[in-house]
């Protein structure tokens, strides 16, 4: 009776336990298992390095869109996750424009970003994916993911794999989430357009090392800072949760219809 409740126990802890959902993290057999088993979509998450003022890090849209992508891999259940691609277009190198004007900035053009996305969709549609799912954290690039999406459904009108490029995911994460903000009482200006309440907040929910809380309490404006546009003193992960609740599920209703469209 010992050993038996102890395997009953066991296997409830199991069937509580989520598979893992990012591809690098599972060896080649293990992928092939899952595939297998009916994981037909693979997230591409989409990040960027670039600056966000001296309150966060360099690589907060890499953080952030991890840890979203898996828990919208979770939610579905049969999702895997990609490697997030951290190399997107920033604005001209030389003369700099844009946040490449702020040191750590990371450019690159933009006919090398739609083919790492092509080279990347290829490979996943190889190995058995049907559904390859581009989830953009930056809006500079999002009219990329629809050119790509188009570009390799056309191309690959006669199999049956396809690429989605899904906006809801950046809709929520910035107007919709704006919005949310708007309604408890914040102002445009505090929730701000870049590393203000909004952003801040979002990345205090899903990546809080990534903020250096210290110093922003120690500030005496920080929404005077370089490289900010917003007032982040008072975000928190209260607030983010908010945002993260609505990013991901709105992003799985999209992906779900995406796919019945299919």
């Known amino acids: 009776m010992f050993f ?7 296997a409830a802890a199991g069937a509580a336990t989520p598979a893992p959902v990012a591809l690098e993290s599972m060896t080649s057999p293990e992928l092939a298992a899952r595939i297998a088993a009916g994981a037909t979509i693979a997230i591409v998450p989409i990040g960027g390095t670039e600056q966000n003022g001296p309150y966060m890090t360099l690589g907060k849209h890499n953080a952030r869109v991890a840890v979203l992508a898996a828990r919208i891999a979770e939610r579905l259940g049969n999702a895997v996750v990609a490697p997030v691609v951290a190399y997107v277009p920033e604005g ?7 946040h490449m004007r702020y040191a ?10 739609e083919s790492t996305l092509e080279g990347a969709a290829a490979s996943l549609r190889q190995h058995g994916f049907r559904d390859i799912v581009l989830l953009g954290d930056h809006g500079g690039y999002q ?3 629809a050119r790509v999406a188009a570009r390799l ?15 809801e995911y950046y809709r929520a994460s910035s107007s919709g989430y704006d919005a949310t903000l708007a309604a408890k009482g914040h102002s445009r200006a505090e929730i701000g ?14 990546a809080p090392q990534d903020v250096r809380s210290d110093a922003l309490r120690a500030a005496s404006d920080p929404s005077a800072a370089p490289g900010v546009a917003g007032d982040p003193r008072r975000a928190s992960a209260a607030l983010g949760e908010a945002g993260v609740d609505a990013i991901v599920a709105s992003t799985v209703e999209a992906i ?7």
Do not use: M, N, Y
């Open 256 to 262: 779900r219809k995406a796919v019945a469209r299919r």
């Open 92 to 98: 001209a190198v030389s003369p700099p424009q844009a």
């Open 193 to 206: 357009t870049h590393a203000g309440l909004a952003d801040t907040s979002l990345t205090l929910a899903t």
């Open 143 to 145: 009219a990329s993911l």
């Open 4 to 10: 038996a409740a102890w395997a009953l126990a066991a």
């Open 153 to 167: 459904d056309k191309a690959w009108a006669g199999s049956p794999a396809r690429v989605h490029a899904i906006p």
């Open 104 to 113: 750590g900035t990371i450019s690159i053009p933009e006919r090398a970003f």
